[in-house]
């Protein structure tokens, strides 16, 4: 079974575009997006979990990888790299300009319906938590909309999604509201398994995915580093105090880069 939906998800998406609409948020352009060799350009792939605007703690473990891998670093960003954090505007100017892909994650959506609301009228000005978004430019918005739900890069078996992949369903299917939320599945041997973002039932979907093609994901703190077969959860918690965590995905086994929070941002 494993192998079956495991050669789903490494075909190249078709229609890309067509895909449900999670509450009124517009899909981005591309919406599973495929990396070939020709764009790794011999780099060492670095997979970075929730920075949350944590840039300082992000510039650090940077430092840290060019050190280690002599410059020649391909970062892609496991999603919820803005909100929460300390420095939200300037970390989404860091990591544009290190070139790096990014996935998108619960927070960017977040984003995204806050901006849409306020450009529709429906809001009278950003609300508390995203009082940050004033600095914002429309190009800014224009970048984060961009961010694909899914990074596949075929040639080394690996994808890259904020929360969550459905086993049972191919890359197509999978529900954009579970690719930025899901946590756990509920009911694993029934004929009909849920994805939940709870994590008090079910078993972590991580554990049960099958591979062979290894998923890196975020949005699970509460778990910090989860490493299974095919699954390396990079939430480490940053902006709860935890740390900032990075995986080689070029070196088989799971190499991790850390950096430890200058401070406890926000409660859990
Ligand atoms: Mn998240």
Redesign the pocket.
């Given at each position: 079974m494993g192998a079956v939906l495991s050669s789903l998800l490494i075909a190249v998406p078709q229609n890309p575009c067509k895909i449900a609409k999670y509450k009124d948020m517009p899909p981005p352009k591309c919406v599973h997006m495929t990396l070939g060799e020709e764009d790794l350009r011999n780099k060492t792939i670095i997979i970075v979990g929730?920075v949350h605007g944590c840039l300082e703690e992000l510039q650090e473990l940077i430092r840290l990888t060019e050190v280690k891998y002599d410059d020649k670093c391909l970062y892609i960003f496991v999603?919820?790299i803005i909100n929460k954090g300390p420095k939200n505007v300037e970390t989404l100017h860091f990591i544009q300009k290190l070139g790096a892909y990014v996935v998108r994650?619960?927070?960017e959506e977040r984003v995204i319906k806050e901006w849409n609301d306020l450009k529709s009228g429906r809001l009278p000005t950003f609300t508390m938590n995203y009082s940050w978004m004033e600095e914002l430019s429309e190009s800014d918005m224009n970048y984060i909309m961009a961010f694909p739900y899914t990074i596949t890069i075929p040639s080394r078996s690996i994808t890259v999604v904020?929360?969550g992949l459905s086993a049972w369903k191919n890359i197509n299917s999978q529900k954009p509201k579970h690719m930025v939320t899901m946590r756990n599945i509920v009911g694993i041997d029934n004929i009909d398994p849920l994805e939940s973002e709870e994590t008090d039932r079910g078993v972590p979907w991580a554990s049960v995915w099958p591979g062979p093609q290894h998923v890196y994901f975020?949005?699970d703190a509460k778990r910090r580093l989860q490493v299974y077969p095919y699954a390396t959860g990079l939430d480490t918690g940053c902006v709860y105090g935890g740390s900032l965590s990075a995986v080689n995905a070029s070196l088989p086994g799971t190499v991790i880069v850390s950096v430890p929070a200058r401070c406890n941002y926000k409660e859990y």
């Open positions: 929730d999603g919820d994650g619960n927070h904020h929360a975020g949005h």
